[in-house]
């Protein structure tokens, strides 16, 4: 059991996207039927968003602020002060994910795009660390270097979903209004 939670904690990007998904389906479990795409889109975004930008930047706020010393070995690197702007900027998409969990469009694209361009940079980071270092720690290699490339390309597709989907389903409610009152 000490083992798993070990992996669960230590792997928290991973271990957050799938509460994520957990929480959607009890969420669109809990909802009257039909779901339309549209709606399971919304709750996966939704949701997403809540666990694997919200809660897990609040996360490695607190693993680089109060945590640094911990967080810095098991990535590989010296601690440095860096760890603590990394915090506090992990903390700043934090909240912009809690604010965007049920919140406009354009708020829930800023909550994909900035963790993105981070993660998507951290990602290159590892690469460069893996191969001029040597740096094969968990922290720098492990599922975190995975999630650093996931979590923003499925940030993205969800976005793209939810445009595409709730646009498709306003377009059938106009038509069929425009039916009913043509009649």
Not at 46 to 52: E, N, R
Not at 86 to 109: C, E, P
Not at 160 to 175: D, I, Q, T
């Amino acid at each position: 059991m000490a083992v798993l939670i070990g992996f669960l904690v230590k792997n928290f990007t991973l271990t957050l996207m799938v509460l994520g998904v957990i929480a959607a389906a009890i969420s669109l479990w809990r909802r009257p039927r039909p779901l339309t795409k549209a709606l399971v889109v919304e709750d996966l975004l939704a949701y997403f968003i809540l666990f694997s930008i919200g809660i897990s930047f609040f996360y490695n706020f607190l693993a680089h602020t109060v945590y640094g010393d911990m967080s810095a070995q098991f990535i590989g690197w010296p601690q440095s002060p860096f760890q603590a702007e990394l915090g506090f900027a992990s903390l700043g998409f934090s909240v912009i994910g809690f604010m965007a969990f049920r919140g406009v469009f354009s708020l829930r694209v800023a909550a994909i795009v900035g963790p993105s361009c981070f993660l998507l940079g951290a990602a290159g980071i590892h690469v460069y660390e893996m191969i001029t270092r040597n740096n094969f720690e968990p922290g720098n290699a492990g599922v975190i270097f995975f999630t650093d490339i996931g979590i923003p390309i499925i940030g993205f597709v969800l976005l793209w979903l939810k445009h595409r989907w709730e646009h498709e389903s306003s377009a059938a409610e106009e038509v069929s209004r425009e039916g009913a009152t043509a009649t």
